[in-house]
């Protein structure tokens, strides 16, 4: 995902003649100083004084320690996540468990096997993604970052990786090309991987090594293991997981849906669809946001994107409270989720008044759906998300000095980026 500075346009230097070059004895008596006048002989002292000011580049090794540092702690962190989700567990998503280190060689190697192979394959997919923004970036000559990877000792492992765009993009296509590069070339990497996972399932004997107590049952272990009505962790299957499943996998070798954490291939492919489509959210700086933009350019973009992003905010938190819940429950949280509604609807709106009657009116329309429906929810899990939106990235797009419309070719690959959205977008990814 990369993050441009997308500072403003370069404002004229002031004119610093007459000012002193520095704090020393030795710059007071300059030449530049007390000799000469006029910009030219202003220069070198003007830059002196700027100097003071500036932070001094990192030297590549220091950047290339931190680069392969956060990749290799990243590594660790996911494999430790794959051996947690992978096991035979009722809560599989804790902290990384840091034991298996401890146990005997072979347990220890067969555990960080299966964690490795979840790890390569996700990491590869975000590694992917991110060099697609990179070298497209760097065609463009956009000074930009490599990809900081962002480890994390809990669930998945990692938050994903960024990187930094260190200059102002200055056109819509330059926007666009960079902002779609590395969903697509995610994306291509995802569905190969989910190819290889589907026609290279083991048999039903490797899931009956993580429960044996199914193998009594046979191939008809669902039935008696999942009977109607029973719940669990399981991993939402988007649209194209669901095709490919059908097109390619052996239906008598395919896991029931709340096994699928078992499969590290499957495991990875499936969070790969997810992550590809949650850059693909068409707002603010997301790579979905760069794609929508370049179709449709800045005004009806910032004009739509409000929108998108109430209606985004009234599912996550619908079903959050009802007007029967207790004066407890509304005495703890309600003013929690109020600040929550205000923080990141203040800045929708021109006027921060403006947002608060329409985080109030938000509100409002969710008990109302509550009470006409009772039972709707939809997925608070995407109210972190919104508040990264509201109060991190913003949700609209700046515009670029040059606005150009895309090419057909162009504009046809985006309408493509936003179908395969659609295809691997899931409203709640984690049921």
């Given at each position: 995902?990369?993050?441009?500075?997308?500072?403003?346009?370069?404002?004229?230097?002031?004119?610093?003649?007459?000012?002193?070059?520095?704090y020393g004895p030795a710059d007071v008596a300059s030449p530049t100083s007390a000799g000469a006048t006029g910009p030219a002989a202003?220069?070198?002292?003007?830059?002196?004084?700027?100097?003071?000011?500036?932070?001094?580049?990192?030297?590549?090794?220091?950047?290339?320690?931190?680069?392969?540092?956060?990749?290799?702690?990243?590594?660790?962190?996911?494999?430790?996540?794959?051996?947690?989700?992978?096991?035979?567990?009722?809560?599989?998503?804790?902290w990384l468990p840091v034991g298996v280190f401890l146990l005997p060689g072979p347990a220890m190697w067969a555990e960080l096997t299966?964690?490795?192979?979840?790890?390569?394959?996700?990491?590869?997919?975000?590694?992917?993604?991110?060099?697609?923004?990179?070298?497209?970036?760097?065609?463009?000559?956009?000074?930009?970052?490599?990809?900081?990877?962002?480890?994390?000792?809990?669930?998945?492992?990692?938050?994903?990786?960024?990187?930094?765009?260190?200059?102002?993009?200055?056109?819509?296509?330059?926007?666009?090309?960079?902002?779609?590069?590395?969903?697509?070339?995610?994306?291509?990497?995802?569905?190969?991987?989910?190819?290889?996972?589907?026609?290279?399932?083991?048999?039903?004997?490797?899931?009956?090594?993580?429960?044996?107590?199914?193998?009594?049952?046979?191939?008809d272990y669902a039935r008696h293991v999942y009977p109607a009505g029973t719940q669990g962790l399981t991993l939402a299957r988007p649209?194209?997981?669901?095709?490919?499943?059908?097109?390619?996998?052996?239906?008598?070798?395919?896991?029931?849906?709340?096994?699928?954490?078992?499969?590290?291939?499957?495991?990875?492919?499936?969070?790969?669809?997810?992550?590809?489509?949650?850059?693909?959210?068409?707002?603010?700086?997301?790579?979905?946001?760069?794609?929508?933009?370049?179709?449709?350019?800045?005004?009806?973009?910032?004009?739509?994107?409000?929108?998108?992003?109430?209606?985004?905010?009234?599912?996550?938190?619908?079903?959050?409270?009802?007007?029967?819940?207790?004066?407890?429950?509304?005495?703890?949280?309600?003013?929690?989720?109020?600040?929550?509604?205000?923080?990141?609807?203040?800045?929708?709106?021109?006027?921060?008044?403006?947002?608060?009657?329409?985080?109030?009116?938000?509100?409002?329309?969710?008990?109302?759906?509550?009470?006409?429906?009772?039972?709707?929810?939809?997925?608070?899990?995407?109210?972190?998300?919104?508040?990264?939106?509201?109060?991190?990235?913003?949700?609209?797009?700046?515009?670029?000095?040059?606005?150009?419309?895309?090419?057909?070719?162009?504009?046809?690959?985006?309408?493509?980026?936003?179908?395969?959205?659609?295809?691997?977008?899931?409203?709640?990814?984690?049921?």
């Open positions: 995902m990369p993050f441009p500075e997308n500072t403003p346009l370069p404002i004229p230097e002031p004119d610093l003649a007459g000012f002193p070059t520095g202003a220069a070198p002292g003007e830059q002196r004084l700027f100097r003071r000011y500036e932070r001094p580049a990192a030297s590549p090794r220091r950047t290339a320690v931190l680069h392969i540092g956060l990749f290799l702690l990243t590594l660790l962190t996911t494999t430790l996540a794959g051996v947690q989700l992978t096991q035979a567990r009722e809560d599989p998503v804790d299966r964690g490795l192979q979840y790890a390569a394959a996700f990491l590869g997919v975000l590694t992917v993604h991110e060099f697609g923004h990179y070298f497209v970036a760097r065609r463009n000559r956009v000074a930009t970052s490599l990809p900081y990877f962002i480890p994390f000792p809990l669930g998945l492992g990692t938050f994903g990786a960024v990187i930094r765009i260190r200059e102002r993009i200055f056109s819509r296509r330059e926007f666009f090309d960079i902002g779609l590069a590395g969903p697509l070339a995610g994306f291509v990497v995802a569905l190969a991987l989910l190819a290889y996972a589907f026609t290279h399932l083991p048999p039903l004997d490797y899931l009956f090594s993580i429960h044996p107590e199914y193998a009594r049952f046979g191939a649209l194209l997981y669901r095709l490919l499943e059908t097109a390619l996998a052996d239906p008598a070798r395919l896991p029931h849906p709340n096994e699928l954490l078992h499969y590290p291939l499957l495991l990875a492919g499936v969070l790969s669809l997810f992550f590809t489509a949650l850059n693909l959210l068409p707002m603010g700086q997301l790579d979905g946001g760069h794609i929508l933009y370049g179709l449709i350019g800045p005004r009806a973009f910032n004009r739509l994107v409000p929108l998108l992003f109430v209606a985004f905010i009234f599912y996550a938190g619908l079903g959050l409270f009802t007007l029967h819940d207790t004066g407890t429950s509304w005495l703890y949280t309600g003013p929690v989720y109020a600040i929550y509604l205000l923080l990141i609807f203040r800045r929708v709106l021109p006027r921060p008044w403006q947002g608060w009657l329409l985080a109030a009116g938000i509100w409002g329309a969710q008990l109302a759906c509550t009470e006409l429906w009772p039972g709707i929810m939809g997925n608070p899990g995407w109210l972190a998300f919104g508040l990264l939106l509201g109060l991190g990235t913003g949700i609209y797009h700046p515009a670029a000095p040059d606005e150009s419309r895309l090419s057909p070719g162009r504009q046809l690959l985006g309408w493509l980026m936003l179908a395969i959205f659609v295809l691997c977008f899931s409203a709640s990814p984690f049921a």
